[in-house]
């Protein structure tokens, strides 16, 4: 069977990241702090070398400052990055039903169908063509959601699948 180049899910998020490591850095921060003193006496005790470790140890602090400043700038282009990329995604899913639902089955949803992402036909609510019967009235005049509806269904019915394209393409030529 040939592998499937679709994506099962978008790319991992990158906001979560950006949030999780503000915490480390602050401790990183409180702990660069503490050593101020101790490495301000050894510059003025012991010369040129320790100077170098202090200016370091200020570039340090600087970093680490202007990194926890810029935190919600960080968060918010990540949080637009993460958009973009599940709607490249959401688009490549689109561009592929038949590919996108590999794996439906009568009793059991697809692999690309996860808590996380919603549903692979409508990208949220369930719409498995038999355990829920359709896409609902909101998502029906949506070419995408009905292409990826119907190649489910192809999966499952093939003959059924037909006779719903057929329908389809006599209501769009009148």
């Known amino acids: 069977m040939k592998r499937s180049a679709l994506p099962a899910t978008p790319p991992p998020a990158r906001a979560p990241a950006v949030v999780d490591a503000r915490p480390a850095l602050e401790r990183e921060l409180s702990d660069l702090r503490l050593q101020v003193a101790e490495r301000a006496l050894a510059a003025y005790e012991g010369g040129a070398a320790e100077r170098a470790k202090l200016a370091a140890l200020m570039t340090a602090i600087e970093t680490i400052e202007f990194q926890v400043a ?4 960080a968060h918010d282009l990540a949080k637009r990055l993460d958009r973009d990329a599940v709607a490249v995604w959401r688009g490549q899913v ?3 039903p038949v590919e996108a639902t590999v794996g439906i089955t009568k009793k059991q949803c697809c692999r ?3 808590e996380a992402h919603g549903c692979i ?4 609510q369930c719409a498995h063509p038999i355990t829920v019967g359709g896409v609902g009235p ?3 005049g949506n070419e995408a959601t009905r292409a990826l509806f119907n190649a489910a269904l192809a999966h499952i019915m093939p003959k059924r699948a037909a006779q719903v394209s057929a ?8």
């Open 70 to 73: 810029a935190n919600s700038l």
């Open 94 to 96: 689109e561009a592929n």
């Open 112 to 114: 690309m169908c996860t």
């Open 121 to 124: 036909i409508t990208g949220a």
């Open 138 to 140: 909101r998502l029906q």
């Open 167 to 174: 329908r389809e393409q006599e209501d769009d030529a009148a």
